[in-house]
């Protein structure tokens, strides 16, 4: 098994422009997380999804959005990036609550110039 | 409201020594604790957690003790080595209309030897 996998691995983007990461697992995971970490900081929640179909904002979701069509898949998408989302995301997963330890992806180390 | 504050940021003990990390989270938190411990430029892993129906859980060296009443959990780690030089984040579980978990800022630990 693979685990949680997330694509790509690095990017470099220009202010406005636009992306989409993208988040997989394979362990049949209903619970579905981005967060984003910052230099000296925690991971603070950007969206979050309970099951296929299904979306919810976390802490931070202002310039993000998200989606869930298939249950193996989270995608996060910044439709005009900017400089302030500069910052190294992580996508998790985790089976049902309210417990579950959450598996996470390897990140994705996001400059935007 | 949805609150976690761990305490201390940083900590530096002695090869040997125990540490011990201090979250504190807020009234509408579930029944899930955890601690996961992130390496440099690695993914954050679960390295031990506990249900609110239990006062104290041991893995080794590790151990985590919870104090419903005054709403905290803490990490200890006796007999400290080098490998244990990690950053540290406590993540409690609330239960907000779909359950997300809320990380704590981190402390930085370093075991010097």
């Known amino acids: 098994n693979a685990g949680v996998t997330q694509t790509p691995k690095f990017r470099v983007l220009k202010t406005g422009q636009s992306m989409t990461l993208l988040c997989a697992q394979d362990m049949n995971h209903e619970y579905m997380y981005w967060y984003r970490q910052d230099p000296g900081m925690g991971l603070r929640l950007i969206h979050y999804s309970v099951g296929e179909g299904t979306t919810a904002k976390g802490e931070v979701p202002d310039g993000y959005n998200v989606s869930r069509l298939k249950k193996q898949n989270f995608l996060l998408g910044l439709e005009s990036a900017a400089p302030s989302q500069t910052s190294v995301y992580f996508c998790?997963?985790?089976?049902?609550?309210?417990?579950?330890?959450?598996?996470f992806g390897p990140g994705t180390r996001l400059t935007v110039l | 409201g949805e609150n976690v504050e761990q305490h201390p940021s940083t900590l530096s003990v002695q090869e040997g020594d125990s540490a011990v990390i201090k979250c504190t989270y807020s009234d509408s938190a579930s029944n899930y604790f955890p601690w996961y411990k992130q390496e440099l430029g690695k993914r954050p892993q679960l390295i031990i957690d506990?249900?609110?129906?239990?006062g104290e859980k041991k893995d080794q060296r590790i151990a985590v003790t919870l104090n419903k009443t005054a709403k905290h959990f803490s990490l200890h780690i006796t007999e400290t080595q080098p490998e244990d030089s990690a950053v540290y984040f406590c993540a409690p579980k609330y239960n907000t209309g779909g359950f997300k978990t809320i990380f704590g800022a981190g402390t930085r630990l370093f075991v010097k030897a």
């Open positions: 506990i249900r609110s129906n239990v």
């Open positions: 998790a997963s985790s089976t049902l609550p309210p417990e579950g330890e959450q598996f």
